[in-house]
């Protein structure tokens, strides 16, 4: 920046904006709705794809019982840990559903319903969560990214890989999800930043559910929305009401869409709310009353779509029962496969670390050998 100095004390130095200020985007176009986006008991609704809601619903539904199974099985001893996304399942389902065979998703740890959702096997989901391996699949054949643990990591992944993609001219989007909390991570702030210069083919949803483990959202920003967030990067941000499956699925399909052609990365905060506590091992009485989760129960994504569908007869007790069926049966799978006990080689321990073994790892993999063998000789 010039200075321009004009006659007079100092006060009357004046910034001379430099020729490039006059082409600054204007904000008008990025700032979100002053209110959630809906579809469901809006005239919206009435125009709905049948057939995407009801696969919705199906999907809610087994998510739903996903999330209990889970759960059970941090009780029983069969998780070290699990955070359940009750309450948050239009976000995970609606993510899963708007993408492509192609595309690629970047799952937080809270997202392994999503990661279900776009066709990973429930076991191999939770693998990771059982502390058995690694990460349970091959992320390249899945299109899904590790489940990542630090916060917001995996944000600068999916823009990176999005990047690459296009440099090379494959038609990929990269739909990279976070909490509320991630939003306050440096990597949060890099990934916007670097996706919006380059104009990377990526979707940032944010799943807003009130709480970063126990700190409420208005500790955590002053912002009038974390969509807000978009406009000092440039992008477009969206505001969608998080439990209602068609809006966030609507929205998200459009931002995948102008991602594709070239339009850019898209920021959406989805408003939502995390029915259980953060994890098994977490007691969320101790920063939120039961009055405040009854509230939102009112507000469920499962009953929200139920009556939408109910009220333009497109579901009756055969097609609840069907979907609730499949649903167990799911759960019943994956308990029994869950409960038996997982035959884990050692030697793994050195596997998938770089693509040729490095001397150290051969070295540490042959003494490990050499004390496997002698222990079973003993025996």
Known sequence: MTV????????????????????????????PDPEPFRVLGTEAAAAADPELLLRLYAELVRGRRYNAQATALTKQGRLAVYPSSTGQEACEVAAALALEERDWLFPSYRDTLAAVARGLDPVQALTLLRGDWHTGYDPHEHRIAPLCTPLATQLPHAVGLAHAARLKGDDVVALAMVGDGGTSEGD???????????????VF?????????????????????????????????????????????????????????????????????????????????RYRGESEVETWRAHDPILLLERALTERGLLDDDRRKAA???????????????NADPVLDPMDLFAHVYAEQTSQLREQAAQLRAELDAEGEAR
């Open 4 to 31: 321009q100095e004009l006659p007079g004390d100092a006060a009357a130095y004046r910034p001379t904006p430099p020729p490039a200020w006059q082409h600054r985007t204007d904000p008008a176009p990025l700032l």
């Open 188 to 202: 949060f702030h890099e990934a916007l930043n670097f996706a919006a210069v380059w104009r990377a083919p990526v």
């Open 205 to 285: 949803l944010v799943q807003n559910n009130g709480f970063a483990i126990s700190v409420p959202l208005a500790k955590q920003t002053a912002a009038p929305s974390l969509a807000h967030k978009a406009v000092g990067y440039g992008m477009p941000g969206r505001l969608v009401d998080g439990n209602d499956a068609a809006a966030v699925h609507q929205v998200l399909g459009e931002a995948v869409a102008r991602a594709r052609r070239g339009g850019g990365p898209t920021l959406i905060e989805a408003v939502t709310y995390r029915m259980d506590a953060h994890t098994n091992a977490d007691d969320a009485t």
């Open 324 to 338: 609730a069926d499949a649903a167990e049966s799911m759960a019943a799978d994956l308990r029994a496969r869950m």
